[in-house]
């Protein structure tokens, strides 16, 4: 009772966005280790394999995965700093302290509660998973955001 009633979110917007940042960041390193493990078998080489058996056979974070894949170059500057904001967010959430006022997270400046925080964040990792895909060579057609429905709901600015 005391973990629900002190430690974890409260508000239903806040339950909700957190839930919301842990399923991103979930889909965002499975695809990011599937790439991994692609790029391993493209480019053998010693460091390359030892970074895959140490990330298959024991604990490797978030944040190294996502470095070790910059600085080879599967990710652009844009998705990484996608996934160390959503990292950052995650980790200011697990080490939530409680306070009488609720905590502000930010989404690249913009509060995370807001319309346009959330549809960049969706629009953003969508377009990494996207990418991350293709270079593992998944064959999902959903990735985050179902086909079509971005650009129904004009989240996607088409340039004429």
Do not use: C
């Not at 979930?26 to 390359?48: G, P, V, W, Y």
């Not at 056979?57 to 944040?63: E, L, P």
């Amino acid at each position: 009772m005391y973990l629900n009633t002190r430690l974890l979110p409260q508000e239903p917007e806040e339950v909700s966005i957190a839930r919301i940042l842990l399923s991103l960041q979930n889909i965002l390193e499975l695809e990011l280790e599937k790439a991994i493990r692609q790029f391993t078998k493209r480019n053998a080489s010693d460091q390359n394999n030892a970074f895959l058996k140490k990330m298959e056979n024991g604990f490797v974070s978030f944040k190294t995965k996502f470095e070790w894949a910059h600085s080879k170059r599967l990710l652009t500057k844009r998705e990484y700093d996608v996934m160390e904001e959503i990292r950052k967010i995650r980790n200011k959430q697990t080490h939530f302290r409680p306070t009488n006022r609720r905590v502000k997270y930010k989404y690249f400046k913009h509060p995370l509660i807001t319309r346009q925080a959330l549809i960049a964040l969706f629009t953003d990792v969508n377009d990494a998973v996207l990418k991350l895909s293709k270079i593992s060579g998944s064959r999902e057609k959903w990735q985050v955001i179902p086909p079509g429905y971005a650009e129904e709901m004009g989240w996607y600015k088409t340039k004429k």
